[in-house]
């Protein structure tokens, strides 16, 4: 199912504390009167009397302190305004690596997200969010500064003021079309880049890195030149917007010299001194904030978190007393292409099931259908008389994932066992002297490589059992591992009370009579008992 998550001025204040977003709101407020008082008191020394000593210190130290109290307050909004920064990119990279676990999205993808893209909308759209409300609030503070000043001055200066938004709504949908060009190839390139890593071993083996090179370099040089016509086009914008500054700013101004010349409305060279000052600040904060409204709208096709999300909640009915694994009419087709149909298979507790057929048939996939891993197209699976859930079993692939900590953590994964039960499974595969005198703290690097494969395999063993999983599902996790290993370890999984369904090209005979095992050779149309 198709879902998505929008980032806005909602989400944002839904994120952070009531009491931090109305920090920042008093903040902005007193960190806005820097323009302000730039045009009161510099029009106020046109009338002060200079050569009044007292009058002139009042003067200076009330400025003094005024400045003071704006410019503390503007570096607490700074520093709010990182905070808040913390908080929100912390949730966003949550969500970010939360709905990707839980979707269907690209490993690579689901990284680029949690990196690349919560940094863009932190630099498009949170922080020039924050700096928007500032400017927004500085310009209203001036604005209503200019109307006390002289009111009809300042209407002209605020009908002006209005040109600055021209730019802004005529530049939107281009620039939204660059942006979502830039987008499209930039993760386009990603994709050329990780195509080339991950094949680094088959593009030396086949002696074809030149062509995947230059494939990466395509792709580069599209991204790079989309970013760059993005850009070209804001500098466009931006110069548009300084013409249209200019004339708002001279306007008032050539405009209150012609009335203050015929001294009328009150308008006297200290009004039109204040009003320069003050008209420039908000010029310049119009078109800053036309500046981060056009980043803002850059971002907006970016701020829709989509994901598909992988639907485990399908149910149907299923008898109570059908114990064991039950597959009924199981189908599965990939890209329109069928893989499998109406596959059935029914698996008695404790019982043990090899998978046979020829490569390519679905084998893997008919595994992967069980663990919910592979969608079905159609038929039930379930467990003891329920759907099968992450919860009833244990998935090991030849592909073992081991992680840079200690054994112990290794197996626990960090849920809470204790140290005598992590002994118990470790002695049950017989990794308990393996590992020296203090097994559990024994470190595992480098993904895993200062243990054999026949270890790495074990330990995946152990997480099971440790949780006490009553059905494995193996997927050729002896293919990597030598002979005598493949056998050692064989033989302790079907010495586990456990139901197994393993996945295999080589089969063990000895093990097979052994332990009884059960072998079924999978087809398109069928899973066919053969022993």
Known sequence: MLKSEKINFIWVLKTLPISLSVLILFLCIFSSFEP?????????????????????????????????????????????????TKIINIRLKSIFLDKGFNSKVDNSDVINDVTTLSKQLEQTYFSPLFMTLQVGITIISSLIFILHTNIVLGIIYLLFSTFSLIPNYISKKPLNARTNQWKDDNREMINSANIFINGKRD?????????????????????????????????????????????????????????????VLGI????????????????????????????????????????????????????????????????????????????????????????????????????????????????????NGHKINTTDFAFISQDIWIFNDTLRNNISLYEDFSDEEILKVLTMVGLNDEFGKDPLNYKLENNGSNI?????????????????????????????????????IRNIIYDMPVTIVEVAHVIDKDLVQKYSLQIYKLSKESLELTK
Not at 46 to 70: D, G, R, W
Not at 250 to 263: H, K, N, Q, V
């Open 203 to 263: 593009i030396l083996n086949f002696n074809v890195k030149k062509i995947f090179f230059k494939l990466f370099k395509n792709k580069l040089n599209s991204e790079e030149s989309s970013y760059r016509e993005m850009s070209l086009y804001q500098f466009k914008i931006q110069l548009f917007s300084w013409g249209i500054a200019l004339i708002s700013f001279l306007g008032p101004i050539a405009i209150g010299i012609y009335l203050s010349r015929f001294s």
């Open 36 to 84: 302000v008082l730039n045009g009161y008191i510099i029009g106020q020394i046109v009338s002060i009397n200079l050569h009044n000593f007292p009058e002139v210190a009042t003067f200076l130290i009330k400025a003094f302190f005024a400045y003071a109290i704006t410019y503390v307050s503007i570096y607490g909004f700074l520093n709010a305004k990182s905070l808040a």
């Open 452 to 488: 054999s494969g026949g270890q790495g395999q074990r330990i995946a063993i152990a997480r099971g059992l440790i949780r006490n999983r009553s059905l494995f599902l193996l997927d050729e996790i002896t293919s990597k591992l030598d002979e005598n290993t493949a056998h050692e």
């Open 268 to 383: 006297t060279n200290g009004v039109i001194v204040s009003l320069v000052l003050t008209s420039d600040s908000v010029i310049g904060n119009i078109r800053e904030a036309t500046s981060y409204q056009n980043v803002i709208n850059s971002s907006a096709d970016i701020r829709s978190i989509e994901y598909k999300e992988i639907n485990d909640e399908d149910s149907y009915n299923v008898a109570n007393d059908n114990s064991g694994l039950s597959v009924e009419n199981l189908s599965v087709d990939i890209d329109g292409n069928s893989i499998f149909q109406n596959i059935n298979l029914h698996v008695q507790d404790s019982s043990k099931v090899i998978i046979t057929g020829p490569s390519g048939v679905g084998k893997s996939t008919f595994l992967n259908s069980l663990a919910n891993i592979s969608p079905t197209t159609s038929g039930t699976i379930s467990y």
